[in-house]
């Protein structure tokens, strides 16, 4: 274990802590495939760069993600009229 790795101390609820010590890890960036090497603390692998997690990607995903489910509402179901039908 490097000296100059993070910790931390976790508590859980009966009251038992532990000291938690991150890793150097190495991952590519999935927004912008950059190679990151940062520290981590266990857990699953970030998928996106320090640079790229604090940016607008999650807010221009989103809006792409709700963008095709419009575009896929509106071909899958046309409009449906307004009211009951009228009597012949």
Known sequence: MP???PTK?????RGYSRTVTATSISYQC???YQSVTAW???GPKPAYCEDCRNGDIHRS???A???RKRDQERTDNPPRPVGRPRKA
């Open 30 to 32: 999935q927004w912008c």
């Open 40 to 42: 981590h603390f266990p």
């Open 61 to 63: 995903v989103a809006a």
């Open 9 to 13: 101390t976790v508590t859980t609820k």
């Open 65 to 67: 993600s709700i963008a």
């Open 3 to 5: 000296d100059n790795a």
